[in-house]
């Protein structure tokens, strides 16, 4: 049996979405396993719920280090030390480096709350409802150095109805934020174990 891709998922807050990766994780076709759970605030609300899901969860405190590099330096530690193949960031708040982005290249993915290339950024659901528009949703893709302008692997489309205020907008592109990220990550999974030999079991 080969073996499942290696994934680590960064929040920084409650952890829904990461909560759904973990029990997509669950079925054995599932081609990627959460082996950890980091944050960079030791408050979030994903923290406990990953525990108790099953899976390593731990705090990386962005404030108990000088900058950046320094935090940066510390997640890339602990993802080496859990021999990760694939970052999930879900709900994570810390815009990362181009060097690191760059050193997990085609292995690190995002979840973002509109149909990018519109509306990059934050407050999406607001900014939806202010310009109006027809149609919201979601969208996952691989993380360039260029914020939500990575290459699209899934998105899902939901309708703004009348009347809609943010949390039933935000409710609405959130279930399908749940469908589509772990279908994007098996996906993903899946086309790099016959790229990447430490995914595909041929190690040496």
């Not at 990461?18 to 950890?36: K, T, Y």
């Not at 990953?50 to 969860?57: H, I, P, Q, S, T």
């Not at 509306?119 to 691989?142: D, F, I, S």
């Amino acid at each position: 049996m080969i073996p499942r891709a290696r994934t680590a998922v960064l929040i920084s807050g409650r952890g829904s979405n990461m909560g759904a990766l973990i029990e997509a994780a669950r079925s054995p076709d599932f081609s990627a396993e959460i082996m950890l759970v980091l944050s960079d605030d030791p408050a979030a609300g994903g923290l406990p719920l990953a525990r108790k899901l099953g899976v390593a969860a731990e705090a990386i405190d962005f404030r108990a280090y000088t900058g950046k590099a320094a935090f940066e330096a510390a997640l890339e530690t602990r993802l080496a030390a859990a021999s990760i193949e694939i970052v999930c960031l879900a709900g994570f708040m810390r815009v990362l480096s181009a060097a690191f982005v760059e050193r997990w290249k085609g292995r690190m993915l995002n979840i973002h709350p509109s149909l990018l290339p519109n509306l990059r950024g934050l407050n999406t659901h607001e900014r939806a409802l202010a310009e109006g528009l027809a149609e919201h949703g979601c969208t996952v893709h691989l993380v360039t150095a260029e914020l939500d302008a990575g290459p699209i692997l899934a998105q899902a489309r939901v309708p703004v109805l009348p009347g809609d205020d943010v949390a039933a907008l935000a409710a609405r592109v959130l279930k399908e934020e749940h469908r589509i990220y772990p279908w994007a990550l098996d996906a993903l999974a899946r086309s790099l174990r016959a790229a990447l030999p430490s995914l595909s079991g041929d190690d040496g």
